[in-house]
């Protein structure tokens, strides 16, 4: 949490000192509401469980026509749905993760194409329950701390107004990373999202909306 506020700090900081060089108003602030809220709702049946999901947002115009910047900073934190079949049932993980993407807007209806890059550090906790018919189950815990992974999100926006200041902007993304090391094969990577049975290439995508507040 100390480096999801930091990052975010560090962001505002970067963007108020080069306002003039790189965008124009208006500026908006913006939060993720979908992400999360399922692994509370439906705790069996989705892919991760009891998960806090927090992913704040600044989306600004540049100079250029049509053209916007999004920087995103995030932390997450919680459990892989358990599967009892496997030898390692479930995962405990965390993490923040850093993104920034270069929109281009669609001169006739309200949407947005959008990439960029993305980096998220994370660790994961896992037991071990390997099958002992003689002299019964062996189970063992292990920890992967400090994993890197950096790649590229690409997405599709629509905004939908709901009033002069608020509206809410509808996401499907697609994004591909690397692993720089970890020896565990992660059910879900904070930032990227469902991972299962992938080890050092990353591949994932979905959909969510986020909620943005127009500043000035």
Do not use: H
Not at 163 to 182: D, I, M, N, P
């Amino acid at each position: 949490m100390k480096r999801l506020i930091l990052l975010v700090v560090m962001n505002l900081v970067w963007v108020r000192g080069n306002a003039q060089k790189i965008y124009s108003t208006p500026v908006y602030l913006g939060l993720d509401v979908v992400k999360g809220i399922p692994s509370y709702v439906f705790p069996d049946k989705y892919f991760i469980r009891n998960t806090m999901i927090i992913e704040p947002y600044v989306r600004f115009n540049t100079q250029k026509p049509r053209r916007s910047i999004l920087i995103g900073a995030g932390y997450a934190s919680g459990y892989s749905k358990a599967d009892t079949s496997r030898q390692i049932s479930n995962q405990k993980f965390s993490g923040v993760y850093f993104k920034v993407g270069f929109e281009k807007k669609n001169i006739r209806m309200p949407m947005s194409i959008g990439i960029g890059p993305i980096l998220s550090i994370a660790g994961f906790k896992a037991n071990y329950q390997f099958k002992g018919p003689t002299f019964g189950d062996y189970k063992a815990t292990f920890r992967d701390n400090k994993n890197l992974a950096i790649g590229a999100e690409g997405y599709m926006t629509y905004d939908l107004p709901l009033s002069e200041k608020f509206s809410l902007r509808f996401l499907g993304r697609a994004v591909v990373a690397a692993r720089t090391g970890g020896t565990i094969s992660p059910d879900y990577y904070p930032g990227i999202g469902y991972t299962r049975d992938l080890q050092k290439f990353l591949f994932s995508g979905g959909f969510t909306t986020q909620l943005f507040f127009r500043c000035k």
